[in-house]
């Protein structure tokens, strides 16, 4: 990692860079697997399953013997914490339903909204080296909360055909029987346009390798909708002198873990905190098992010392943190101040991996800077607010006047000829 004291603030742009990824470069591979499983569907994925993930499938769906014995694979005291987690992710976005209010914005006309889910969505789920059975709940258990009709769910087999059970446990637990064996661009492509098998939906939701977040851009440009922007994982550390930097560099490394291309910072205000954290990261990452890909991912990352918290929260607003965690005396008053991150965790006892996995909250969210802009995944995220309005002729003879003057200055006589016809009627 690199240790930077006192950066001056026309340094912070380029201190502030995350780790370059182009995902434009691989638009015209990802484009030419998007069109062949357009033309060719269920055919095309089973080929593309053969290349990209050593695998040779009989069929794309999960049938349902496999789903009943997910369950007797999956150890008691992981489906307890599976169970905790999603029991907690419910309580937290159940809490968020849209109650909207009819609205007289004056007399006799009266406006509101309806909040209706959206009735086809696709759930992405990495297998690969670490298998994310908690972005099951996390994407599956909003999503049933909201009332889509239609929840399709793709993730990648091992080579021997198979999908981790505990991702199938989480998938069951949550009302999810639609579960189709395929990973990568591939799966994306099958879920914007639809397969023999797969159904086309109407959003995609969910994270990625490089070729995943590639189709998500391609398909999201005008065929589906997609749940953000997506890139690496990263973590920002906001931490004063009171800090435990054992528990500062656990946080750091539990992000670097993620993969090589995984960003994590220390911004402090202490220099004895930013020498105990370089030297304890070190210790902890020897005994890490990913400490290969964690140690990849220290090259992009920085301990960075300011001079006061003033300059530490713009530093860090202007980063804008996919995870922020404050671990400061009086973290309260500090959090009043972050004005661009994902998700933000509290005081010393609040580690990033709470929000991974069992607080409740949502662990889909917005990064490479793009939470000075977008939102995590709630339950906003699986519906649409349709707005009504109903206007009475008292109401017609009030608003009328206003409309006809509008429309008639915007050249737009259609639009005034409509409520003059009204406005004439009720003379």
């Not at 909003?142 to 769910?153: D, Q, S, T």
Request: charged residues 20%; hydrophobic residues 40%; proline residues 5%.
């Amino acid at each position: 990692m690199k240790l930077i004291k006192y950066p001056h603030r026309e340094t912070w742009s380029e201190l502030l860079q995350r780790p370059v990824m182009n995902t434009e470069c691989l638009f015209d591979a990802v484009r030419d697997i998007i069109n062949k499983v357009r033309r060719e569907g269920d055919r095309a994925l089973l080929e593309f399953e053969a290349i990209f993930d050593n695998v040779s499938l009989p069929a794309l769906s999960v049938t349902k013997e496999e789903l009943e014995n997910a369950g007797n694979l999956v150890g008691e005291e992981l489906k307890n914490a599976i169970l905790l987690a999603k029991k907690n992710i419910e309580t937290f976005h159940s809490a968020q339903r849209f109650y909207g209010e009819k609205v007289e914005t004056m007399p006799g006309v009266t406006c509101w909204q309806k909040a209706v889910a959206i009735e086809k969505v696709g759930l992405y789920v990495p297998g690969g080296t670490a298998p994310l059975f908690s972005t099951v709940l996390m994407l599956a258990v909003p999503a049933r909360i909201a009332g889509c009709k239609e929840i399709v769910l793709c993730t990648p087999p091992d080579a021997s055909g198979q999908i981790h059970p505990a991702i199938l446990y989480a998938a069951t637990l949550s009302g999810i029987n639609q579960i189709y064996k395929v990973g990568g661009a591939q799966a994306i492509a099958a879920m914007a346009y639809g397969t023999e098998s797969i159904p086309k939906v109407y959003k995609i939701f969910g994270p990625g390798n490089r070729y995943v977040t590639a189709a998500k851009q391609l398909v999201g440009l005008q065929d589906v909708a997609i749940d953000m922007p997506a890139g690496p994982s990263e973590v920002l550390v906001l931490a004063d002198d009171s800090a435990n930097p054992v528990f500062v560099a656990a946080d750091l490394l539990s992000q670097a873990e993620h993969g090589s291309d995984s960003q994590v910072i220390l911004v402090t205000t202490s220099e004895s905190l930013l020498e105990e954290v370089h030297l304890e990261t070190e210790r902890q990452l020897s005994r890490l098992p990913r400490r290969d890909i964690a140690g990849k991912a220290l090259e992009n990352s920085r301990l960075i010392l300011v001079n006061d918290m003033d300059e530490a929260l713009a530093l860090t607003n202007e980063y804008a943190p996919e995870h922020l965690i404050i671990e400061t005396e009086r973290y309260m008053e500090v959090a009043r101040r972050i004005t661009n991150a994902g998700s933000v965790f509290l005081g010393s006892m609040t580690p990033e991996s709470a929000g991974d996995y069992a607080s409740g909250t949502n662990h889909t969210l917005p990064t490479n800077g793009y939470a000075k802009a977008y939102s995590g995944v709630s339950l906003d995220s699986f519906i649409r607010k349709i707005t009504f309005q109903e206007i009475l002729p008292e109401g017609m003879k009030a608003i009328g006047p206003a409309i006809e003057r509008m429309a008639c200055d915007e050249k737009l006589d259609g639009h005034k000829n409509a409520v003059t016809v009204r406005l004439q009627s009720l003379k």
